[in-house]
């Protein structure tokens, strides 16, 4: 497998770039929209703070929407708004909008879902203390769920890693696509699993920061 390797080092490096490219751009897009966007989902559908049955399902049906659709046939039917944004539906920056959109519609009923399981003892403390609704979510509510949201953004870039294996079929390429390619179309089965094994190294990796990073926010947090 290590000889392997080094034959198609060059070609692996390069599929390893267009993974991380197509991923970091929808992480980065997904946490500017997510955050906020799970925010408001919890704030729409709570007494104290700015209820709105009607809003609140508008945007969840949304959500439930674009989950609900196999990403595959998701990736198809957003060929003709890539066309439109970008001028083509071909390469890896048409893969922004899929893997962002499916991204926003996973961690965002993370964020959600870790507001609603906050201790009530909190929320309690906050009204009896007089804060505002921005107070509220600010200063009691967010600080809460800092561990929650680390966890659950490590799960949903590791669900998103492996979103990006089928973004070849648009030309994006990516770790999934040269496996399939040059690995199981060629019948070359070592250099499939060899790919396989870089997959599994990087979610272990991946993992690994996110409990990490957790646990030091913990000892930060018990100061």
């Known amino acids: 497998m290590i000889e392997t390797f080094i034959q198609n080092k060059d070609a692996i490096l390069k599929a390893f770039v267009e993974t991380n490219l197509m991923m970091i751009i929808s992480?980065?897009?997904?946490?500017?929209?997510?955050?906020?966007l799970g925010t408001l989902l919890y704030a729409l559908n709570?007494?104290?703070?700015?209820?709105?049955?009607?809003?609140?399902?508008?945007?969840?049906?949304?959500?439930n929407t674009l989950r609900s659709i196999p990403f595959l046939l998701f990736i198809f039917i957003l060929i003709p708004v890539n066309r439109a944004i970008w001028k083509t539906s071909y390469g890896v920056i048409s893969s922004i909008i899929p893997l962002t959109?499916?991204?926003?519609?996973?961690?965002?009923?993370?964020?959600?879902?870790?507001y609603i399981n906050i201790n009530q003892n909190i929320i309690d403390r906050?009204?009896?203390?007089?804060?505002?609704?921005?107070?509220?979510?600010?200063?009691?509510?967010?600080?809460?769920?800092?561990?929650?949201?680390?966890?659950?953004?490590?799960s949903t870039v590791i669900s998103i890693l492996s979103y990006s294996t089928v973004m070849g079929v648009i030309g994006a390429g990516g770790l999934g696509d040269y496996?399939?390619?040059?690995?199981?179309?060629?019948?070359?089965?070592?250099?499939?699993y060899l790919v396989i094994l870089i997959f599994i190294l990087y979610v272990f990796i991946i993992q690994s920061i996110?409990?990490?990073?957790?646990?030091?926010?913990?000892?930060?947090?018990g100061r």
Do not use: H, W
């Open 46 to 63: 709570r007494d104290f703070l700015i209820k709105n049955k009607v809003l609140y399902q508008i945007f969840s049906f949304l959500l």
């Open 126 to 154: 906050a009204i009896s203390m007089g804060a505002n609704k921005f107070q509220i979510i600010r200063y009691f509510l967010f600080p809460s769920i800092t561990n929650d949201l680390v966890l659950s953004f490590t």
């Open 210 to 221: 996110g409990y990490f990073i957790a646990k030091k926010l913990n000892k930060f947090k």
């Open 101 to 114: 959109l499916v991204t926003v519609s996973i961690y965002t009923r993370f964020v959600e879902q870790a």
């Open 179 to 192: 496996a399939f390619r040059y690995g199981y179309q060629e019948y070359n089965y070592q250099l499939m």
């Open 27 to 36: 992480i980065v897009l997904s946490l500017i929209i997510s955050i906020p």
